[in-house]
């Protein structure tokens, strides 16, 4: 891709090639909300396509087909809630939403179904538990993620949960940072096996001590959507107390840069760092802050990734957090209300004086914390009966997998996600039966149904990204069918999946994953993971190992 232009563009440039720049000019997109009264009462149909992107800046997106439903994005930072917030979403969803809920990759809360005239009850019963969408899409710095065991885990280096929430209302509050050149993504954590994703990330901070004092490594750059790319160490360390102000000012670099507002495509800040490199961007960096920063290094990768499932004691005496899977990220409102009755009544218990809290994480997965080691037994199997079984992430197939939103709601999919999913991990428990299962270990099957990546095939084991055969049905429709990327991962071998099968049809995509898992199964080194069996083996032997006849590829 090119790099941004030489000269810097004026304002005026700008906003005639870019629409959305020219949008925010004429009106900001937080002051939607002001409009919001005036929208219902002219009715859906008369609302102006521009303002329907503004409402992006208040987590708000189109259902597909577009006929005035919407999907609201409720932002969770850190992934901690506690049973009132959650007891709310259920009961939202529940009352305006049909009952749908789902998890996302960024510890948010997604409904769908909700009607414009209902609109501002639920932005205001959100706002009484504590909850907010703004800035959850749009031009805004997005939903600040952490590791979701932040402030329990015995391993953490230090506790960084009030940086957080202290960065996400800082960039909440100013209003000039929700006029971003595109969405912006960051994650803060101390977590010692790095769960948070750190690679992928905008901005992460990275815990680390230096004499025994609390600060942070710096990466910048990560991404994924159509043009992956894994963040850079920008060789500093930053005193924990200094963190919000070199956020700041990485932010300030580039937002105030009009070349990366020029063209929507280039306008995120992976595409900045790689066109400076990390030096210049820290000379930068260093410049709007009006001085130099201490030299570091980013801590070293773990060996793999963690998403902390399963039962751990915490850190404070006495007590436990649990991790649970939630097969497809999906939590019905009457889940989230029965799960947010259980924690509220642990806490009630008061004889270890924490409450229960229910955390989110990164694989749309859920985590109980501050649980009393007694009581987890029985919360285990309450847990279980509400809809999730800790049994089921045994295997680990339904902990990891995670798939984009989708059908029936997203108006970009071009491919079945959440139900393509879970015919591919019950056919591979099916195939390989539970010795075969606990065989295939941490498989992660990331699948998305656009390139927009919101399920990061990029970085799975293996990552499926929907697509359109060329052929056509029998009554001229699309066919479904799916890229496959081989390879990817974090932690210590973070890499990018390469594409190595093209449109591989739905109804035979199941039968390559099985293939490639036999071939690995069957021909891997010892102690070889099978993202590093990917990398030793070339992409004619892997698609050979797939069993796909080109005839079928070329369909």
């Known amino acids: 891709m090119p790099k941004a232009p030489e000269a810097e563009p004026d304002w005026e440039l700008?906003?005639?090639?870019?629409?959305?720049?020219?949008?925010?000019?004429?009106?900001?997109?937080?002051?939607?909300?002001?409009?919001?009264?005036?929208?219902?009462?002219?009715?859906?149909?008369?609302?102006?396509?521009?303002?329907?992107?503004?409402?992006?800046?208040?987590?708000?997106?189109?259902?597909?087909?577009?006929?005035?439903?919407?999907?609201?994005?409720?932002?969770?930072?850190?992934?901690?809630?506690?049973?009132?917030?959650l007891r709310t979403l259920g009961d939202l969803a529940q009352r305006y939403g049909r009952g749908h809920g789902e998890l996302t990759t960024r510890q948010n809360v997604q409904l769908h179904w909700l009607e414009m005239a209902r609109l501002p009850e639920v932005l205001a019963t959100l706002a009484a538990a504590g909850l907010t969408t703004a800035g959850a899409c749009g031009d805004n710095v997005r939903n600040v993620t952490g590791c979701p065991v932040a402030g329990l885990d015995r391993d953490e280096l230090f506790d960084c949960r009030a940086l957080l929430r202290e960065a996400a209302e800082f960039f909440l509050e100013h209003r000039e940072y929700s006029d971003l050149p595109r969405k912006h993504k960051i994650t803060i954590s101390a977590c010692a096996h790095q769960c948070n994703a750190p690679e992928m990330h905008c901005i992460a901070l990275l815990g680390t001590l230096r004499d025994g004092q609390p600060g942070f490594a710096v990466k910048v750059g990560g991404g994924l959507s159509t043009w992956p790319r894994l963040a850079d160490d920008l060789g500093v360390?930053?005193?924990?107390?200094?963190?919000?102000?070199?956020?700041?000012?990485?932010?300030?670099?580039?937002?105030?840069?009009r070349r990366?507002?020029?063209?929507r495509?280039?306008?995120?800040?992976?595409?900045?760092?790689?066109?400076?490199?990390?030096?210049?961007?820290?000379?930068?960096?260093?410049?709007?802050?009006?001085?130099?920063?201490?030299?570091?290094?980013?801590?070293?990768?773990?060996?793999e990734e963690l998403d902390h499932g399963g039962i751990h004691p915490q850190r404070q005496p006495g007590l436990a957090y649990a991790g649970f899977p939630v097969y497809l990220g999906l939590m019905n409102g009457e889940q989230m209300q029965r799960l947010a009755d259980l924690a509220a009544e642990i806490s009630a218990d008061g004889r270890r004086g924490e409450?229960?809290?229910?955390?989110?994480?990164?694989?749309?997965?859920?985590?109980?914390?501050?649980?009393?080691?007694?009581?987890?037994?029985?919360?285990?199997?309450?847990?279980?009966?509400i809809g999730f079984p800790l049994a089921a992430g045994a295997g680990s197939l339904r902990r990891l997998a995670i798939a984009c939103t989708g059908n029936p709601f997203c108006n970009f999919t071009v491919a079945e996600t959440k139900g393509r999913l879970r015919q591919i991990v019950e056919h591979l428990e099916r195939a390989f039966g539970a010795e075969g299962a606990a065989a295939l270990g941490e498989l992660r099957l990331n699948l998305d149904g656009c390139p927009h990546a919101c399920a990061h095939h990029w970085i799975g084991d293996i990552g499926l990204?929907?697509?359109?055969?060329?052929?056509?049905?029998?009554?001229?429709?699309?066919?479904?069918?799916y890229d496959l990327f081989l390879g990817g991962g974090l932690a210590r071998g973070a890499a990018i999946g390469r594409p190595v099968l093209r449109r591989v049809p739905g109804d035979v995509v199941h039968l390559a994953i099985e293939r490639l898992c036999r071939a690995w199964l069957d021909g891997r080194e010892p102690g070889e993971r099978i993202q590093q069996?990917?990398?030793?083996?070339?992409?004619?032997?892997?698609?050979?190992?797939?069993?796909v006849p080109a005839e079928v590829l070329a369909r």
């Open 265 to 303: 495509a280039r306008a995120r800040l992976k595409f900045m760092v790689d066109d400076l490199g990390a030096a210049r961007f820290r000379q930068r960096v260093e410049e709007r802050l009006g001085r130099p920063l201490a030299d570091g290094a980013a801590p070293a990768p773990p060996a």
């Open 465 to 481: 990204q929907g697509t359109t055969l060329r052929e056509r049905g029998p009554g001229g429709e699309r066919l479904q069918g």
């Open 355 to 385: 409450e229960v809290e229910i955390r989110l994480t990164r694989r749309q997965n859920f985590i109980l914390a501050n649980l009393p080691a007694e009581r987890v037994p029985e919360v285990v199997e309450r847990v279980a009966a």
């Open 237 to 257: 360390f930053v005193p924990a107390a200094e963190a919000v102000a070199v956020l700041r000012a990485i932010l300030d670099v580039w937002r105030l840069d």
């Open 533 to 547: 069996f990917f990398t030793r083996h070339r992409d004619e032997q892997l698609i050979e190992s797939a069993g």
């Open 14 to 85: 700008v906003r005639k090639r870019n629409f959305v720049e020219r949008l925010k000019h004429e009106k900001g997109g937080l002051a939607v909300i002001d409009d919001l009264p005036a929208m219902i009462a002219t009715g859906y149909e008369a609302v102006p396509e521009e303002d329907m992107v503004r409402l992006q800046w208040y987590g708000l997106y189109h259902d597909k087909p577009k006929l005035g439903y919407f999907m609201m994005r409720v932002k969770i930072p850190g992934g901690v809630l506690t049973p009132r917030a």
């Open 260 to 263: 990366y507002r020029l063209s």
